[in-house]
């Protein structure tokens, strides 16, 4: 596997540097500075940058990161590709290949509709589809898509780490708590996440196998929260998409 670098940009943003020896791969860089440190700190040269989504704090630093390094490549989702770019525009299924390293494309609509992620080498690049405890708020795509979205993201491989852009995590996990107040897995794993932000640490990346033991998004089919949803919507839900919408409204204000 790769080393990733984790790069804190903005109030809870991750940049995330992918390294190989004095070359790297930079995802979602919303912020150029904190980039361009780390760069110069480590002595790297940027060779691609990786977009999930065409959000500002996904894409801010694209320009300045390209003036710098013109020979580096641009990938982004085929959907939303960034105006004024000359990039690779990416869709299901599409490869990036850098040195040992292929990456695959999935297209994972539901917080945008054009959303797609980077998986390969047990790694996960998901941009703001699925977060630790979590999922992203449905800004352009509908609660089918989301939680088919999140459904082909959960049938990966249980090593697989997954590295979302937000620190959301302990957040999440609250709201988690609430929908599934006995998951002793989910009581156990606030526990270390509160720890390791007492201390300053990033929550990232996590496992995706841990995360279908409590994140109640990847659970819709679960009896436990499916009730707390019934409760919640004050009606029967037919189904796991039903289940979902409710949850994400309900995570919407909590």
Sequence with gaps: MYPVITIPAFNDNY?????????CLVVDPGDAVPVQARLDDLGLELDAILITHHHHDHVGGVDAL?????????????????PDQHGQWLDEGDKIGWHDLTLTVMHVPGHTLGHIAY????????????FSGGCGRMFEGTPDQMHDSLMRLAALPDDTLVYCAHEYTLSN????????????????????????????LPSLPTRLGDEREFNVFL????????????????????????????????????
């Design 66 to 82: 390209l003036k710098r390094y013109p020979k580096a490549r641009l990938y982004g989702p085929k959907l939303s590709p960034l």
């Design 15 to 23: 940049i995330w540097l992918i390294r190989h020896e004095n070359h």
């Design 119 to 130: 998986h390969g080498s047990d790694m996960l690049f998901c941009g703001d589809t699925l």
């Design 219 to 254: 659970r819709c089919n679960e009896p436990n929260v499916k009730f707390s949803a019934e409760k919640q919507g004050m009606k029967y839900l037919e189904n796991p998409v039903d289940t979902f919408a409710v949850l994400r409204r309900w995570k919407d204000t909590f």
């Design 173 to 200: 996990l609250r709201f988690c708590l609430a929908v599934e107040p006995d998951n002793l897995t989910l009581q156990k794993r606030i526990g270390q996440i509160s720890k390791l932000r007492q201390q300053g």
